[in-house]
């Protein structure tokens, strides 16, 4: 009787019976279903507990501990880990943070008391953040661009994953919203 399931280490018949075969297939399968039901369980609290954090309100955004905690942690060439790396500064600065893709940065500041700024004779601030769209598909030079972009501002210069020369890391106009912490 067949047993389905994935096999992690292939084995030769002549070395070990087919029954051991039968049980180490069964096994991986097991495990790998298991630590599948386990992950999804860790990822549904943790969103539960992030929800809870924003619905509550019971945190305050720090800027300075934010940018300094990205500016230490920042490469000199981009990773295309700007989306993970503001969001570990964030939530350094003491807001919750969960792991999104750069560009849906817009859709969550607002929840977690970031107000949209406007563009027009803006001047930044330390702590202020950018999150643009994606440009469109003519103008990618990395498929990561898909993703968009999204950095903060530590009082001299953007910073996201790496050392930033300006605000646009693009070599187009591409959409972008800027957003402040309500104190």
Known sequence: MPVQGRLVQRRNF?????????????????????????????????????????????????????????TQHACNRSKHCCAWYSMRALHAGGC???????????????????????KQDYIPQEGDVVVFERPSWKNWNKISQWWGHIAMYNGKQWISDYKQKNMNPYKSDV???LYRYRK
């Open 14 to 70: 002549n070395t070990i019976g087919h029954d051991a075969c039968l049980c180490l297939q069964f096994m991986t399968h097991h495990n790998y279903y298991n630590m599948r039901k386990l992950r999804i369980k860790i990822f549904i609290i943790a969103i539960i507990i992030g929800i809870y954090a924003i619905w509550c309100r019971t945190y305050s955004f720090d800027a300075d501990m934010a940018t300094s905690h990205l």
């Open 175 to 177: 959409p972008y919203r």
């Open 96 to 118: 919750p943070a969960i792991i999104l893709p750069a560009q849906w940065y817009r859709y969550y500041m607002p929840l977690v008391q970031f107000e949209e700024i406007p």
